[in-house]
């Protein structure tokens, strides 16, 4: 079965357990918001502004050159165009900090950008999607009720930050215990989600998931290159640019999946590239942090050998 005309089943009772889901992940971002966050970037707006516009403007753009230069099935390229306009997830705060990137500069793109999102995300999808003729003939199809989108988005990010910020300022140390937990429950409860709800729909997508695995690692590669790049072209430092690089790449594709049930009926090809770039962009993301992190220690031990070399020259 082509996969644009593969939907995928889900009851109302999932989904009002997704969008649960998201609400919590959401919360555990908007916990972690501080208002030196926004003091942040009101006094150095230059490097959160270049972060917004990597995600909401280069990298739909790229997605969409990305698309029609792979070719995609339409629902696979739609589903490339979603993800791509989906907001960081909470995770780029941890791979940063990983990869010893500038946690505080991360933390407030994150903030900002979930934020800017309510607004953003519904006129970013209907956009970028009507570049490309078959997105465009597939949200005409859907006809995609923007205002209803952004409802549903405002939701999902605006009333999770509207009660976890006043909490956090209200409640440091309770926020600081309850954190962790929300954060892990959040995350391992997406995870089953996807995997679970996958599964059960696995049947008429077995044929295509090779094609869904090569999209997600391509386009994820893109996304954390496009994130880099943009801070490197910029002259942004090295912890900047690992930053920018996760900010960009890991997005929150848990409120993508959710979009996709709510409005496009559960089309294969858009549901199956936000599931597994969910757990696909945690994986490429740790592997990156990783290799950043033991790059930095190496350096760090020559670095260390050669001024005792050079110490030692010198007292001879």
Same mark, same amino acid.
């Given at each position: 079965?082509?996969?644009?005309?593969?939907?995928?089943?889900?009851?109302?009772?999932?989904?009002?357990?997704?969008?649960? %889901? +998201?609400?919590?992940?959401?919360?555990?971002?908007?916990?972690?918001?501080?208002?030196?966050?926004?003091?942040?970037?009101?006094?150095?707006?230059?490097?959160?502004?270049?972060?917004?516009?990597?995600?909401?403007?280069?990298?739909?753009?790229?997605?969409?050159?990305?698309? !029609?230069?792979?070719?995609?099935?339409?629902?696979?390229?739609?589903?490339?165009?979603?993800?791509?306009?989906?907001?960081?997830?909470?995770?780029?705060?941890? =791979?940063?900090?990983?990869?010893?990137?500038?946690?505080?500069?991360? &933390?407030?793109?994150?903030?900002?950008?979930?934020?800017?999102?309510?607004?953003?995300?519904?006129?970013?999808?209907? =956009?970028?999607?009507?570049?490309?003729?078959? /997105?465009?003939?597939?949200?005409?199809?859907?006809?995609?009720? #923007?205002?209803?989108? +952004?409802?549903? %988005?405002?939701?999902?990010?605006?009333?999770?930050?509207?009660?976890?910020?006043?909490? *956090?300022?209200?409640?440091? *140390?309770?926020?600081?215990?309850?954190?962790?937990?929300?954060?892990?429950?959040?995350?391992?409860?997406?995870?089953?989600?996807?995997?679970?709800? /996958?599964?059960?729909?696995?049947?008429? +997508?077995?044929?295509?998931?090779?094609?869904?695995?090569?999209?997600? =690692? !391509?386009?994820?590669?893109?996304?954390?290159?496009?994130?880099?790049?943009? &801070?490197?072209?910029?002259?942004?430092?090295?912890?900047?640019? #690992?930053?920018?690089?996760?900010?960009?790449?890991?997005?929150?594709?848990?409120?993508?999946?959710? !979009?996709?049930?709510?409005?496009?009926?559960?089309?294969?090809?858009?549901?199956?590239?936000?599931?597994?770039?969910?757990?696909?962009?945690?994986? &490429?993301?740790?592997? +990156?942090?990783?290799?950043?992190?033991?790059?930095?220690?190496?350096?760090?031990? #020559?670095?260390?050998?050669?001024?005792?070399?050079?110490?030692?020259?010198?007292?001879?």
């Amino acid at each position: 079965m082509p996969i644009d005309d593969v939907v995928l089943s889900f009851t109302p009772a999932s989904l009002i357990v997704l969008n649960a %889901v +998201l609400a919590l992940i959401i919360l555990g971002i908007a916990l972690e918001v501080r208002p030196s966050d926004f003091r942040t970037v009101a006094r150095h707006p230059k490097a959160v502004v270049l972060g917004i516009g990597a995600q909401y403007l280069l990298l739909p753009a790229v997605t969409v050159g990305l698309a !029609l230069l792979l070719k995609v099935p339409a629902s696979i390229a739609l589903g490339m165009i979603l993800v791509a306009c989906c907001p960081p997830g909470g995770i780029s705060n941890v =791979l940063t900090h990983r990869a010893g990137g500038n946690v505080a500069l991360s &933390a407030s793109m994150t903030a900002v950008s979930n934020l800017v999102a309510i607004v953003v995300m519904p006129l970013n999808v209907a =956009l970028w999607a009507s570049l490309n003729p078959a /997105t465009d003939a597939l949200m005409r199809d859907f006809s995609l009720n #923007r205002a209803e989108m +952004l409802v549903q %988005v405002l939701l999902i990010i605006g009333v999770p930050f509207a009660v976890g910020m006043p909490l *956090a300022r209200r409640f440091p *140390a309770l926020t600081a215990k309850a954190l962790p937990w929300v954060q892990r429950v959040g995350l391992v409860a997406l995870l089953v989600f996807i995997v679970s709800g /996958t599964a059960s729909n696995l049947g008429p +997508l077995r044929e295509h998931l090779g094609t869904i695995f090569l999209v997600v =690692l !391509l386009h994820d590669a893109v996304a954390l290159a496009v994130g880099y790049w943009t &801070a490197a072209a910029a002259r942004l430092g090295e912890p900047d640019r #690992r930053a920018f690089a996760f900010e960009v790449g890991a997005r929150n594709t848990g409120l993508g999946l959710g !979009l996709t049930l709510t409005f496009f009926a559960g089309l294969g090809g858009m549901a199956m590239i936000a599931a597994w770039w969910g757990i696909w962009d945690i994986l &490429a993301g740790l592997l +990156l942090a990783t290799w950043w992190r033991r790059r930095d220690a190496r350096k760090a031990v #020559r670095a260390g050998g050669a001024a005792g070399t050079t110490a030692r020259e010198g007292t001879a």
